[in-house]
């Protein structure tokens, strides 16, 4: 693999001038250069041959599967042999891999969709990038009312779509246990502002519902060094040395650091954390929430499990549509050689998954694993697959 400085030279010498500016002028979320090579591939896919040709040629000859036993064949991009032993439960599935960036961008950290589609023999495979969140919203409208709109479809979005118990308590909410979500839902749609550009404002959200809550720092955390002093007042960089969980809300309420669903995944991660790493999955909750609201609001006949559904797969009739928590990283590991981008390999990974479990006839079990506990059914959802 060539070293960013070789690649921007061959790039030039090659006459590839946006690339090699590309590559100059890249910069991730943490303003360093690392990842250059993923996006570069996602952004730029026809110099691939040229900077990474001996991978490539290594790969395409293959090791075989053993002695005397060569690779099958190569299949096209968009098709992959699944086997549908019985009537599925869906006909297609979108899995989406989510980002709370503040900037367009792609490749690496950016919005990836992937839609699986059942054909008579073949399972077709489509998978795009979006550098904004607003494109993947307006193309999961577009497609769910075209191209699927006679198909029943699951679509998988990879944060989370509650947080812990007792949060929508805590801010006010004093109706009926399973409205808690709608109203966290509701709360954070007036809150959040999510340009078509990406530019958003989850870090003062995130600060002012800390303000809220517990008057200080927590549940929230979370931020970049440098912030407006109404962010830096109650929101913290880390949640070590400022606040501990379970967190004493001004309400009376005590909040926990995950969810049970994320418990039982075993991710390390939680939905409070807001900024800092590639698990600060609580950003992309408060930028992704709405965004599903918004969706869900589109289609008369689209349904968000658990919430809506309760733990069980809705009948065809009732929800054409299907929104639902997904974890990726529960179907694909992440391979450091890889000459595909993380994100792209996780929500194909995805899509291919609960395709075979639902030609297996097995996809139903998933959607009946959440407890029948209020707090999960009614507040804290659960993620599709974790059982």
Known sequence: MPSREDAIRL?????????????????NRDGGTGGWDANLKSAYPSVRTLLWQDTLAARAAGRGDGPGRPHPPPLTADHVPLE?????????YVMIDWSASSTPNRGSDSVWW????????????????????AEVVEHVRSELGGRLR?????????????????????????????ERWRFVWQRLCELIVDAKDNANNRLAVAAALNAELSGGFGPFYGRPARVPGNVERTLSATQSGHFNYPLATLAGHAL???????????????????????????????????????LRRAFSDARVWPFETGAALPERA?????????????????????????????????????????????????FTAPPSDSAV??????????E
């Open 11 to 27: 790039l030039t010498a090659a006459g590839e001038a946006a690339a090699a500016e590309h590559v100059r002028t890249w910069r």
């Open 114 to 133: 992937a839609c699986l589609e059942w054909t008579a023999d073949w399972a077709r495979v489509d998978c795009e990038n979006f550098s904004t969140r």
């Open 256 to 294: 926990a650091r995950q969810r049970l669903a994320d418990a039982r995944a075993g991710t390390t991660s939680s939905p409070w954390f807001v900024f800092g790493g590639g698990n600060s999955v609580g950003g992309q909750a408060l930028m992704g929430i709405p965004r599903v609201r918004e």
């Open 150 to 178: 006679e198909h029943r479809t699951l679509v998988g979005l990879d944060f989370p779509f509650g947080f812990p118990a007792g949060f929508a308590a805590a801010l006010g909410h004093t109706g009926p246990p399973g």
């Open 84 to 92: 549908r032993r019985v009537q599925t439960a869906f006909d297609a």
């Open 318 to 366: 009732e929800a054409r549509v299907v929104f639902a928590e997904i974890y990726p990283s529960l179907f694909h590991t992440r391979v450091m050689d890889s000459l595909d981008v993380h994100d792209k390999l996780q929500v194909e990974a995805a899509v291919k998954h609960f395709a075979t479990t639902d030609g297996a006839g097995k996809l139903e079990s998933l």
């Open 377 to 386: 059914l009614g507040e804290e959802g659960w993620v599709l697959g974790v």
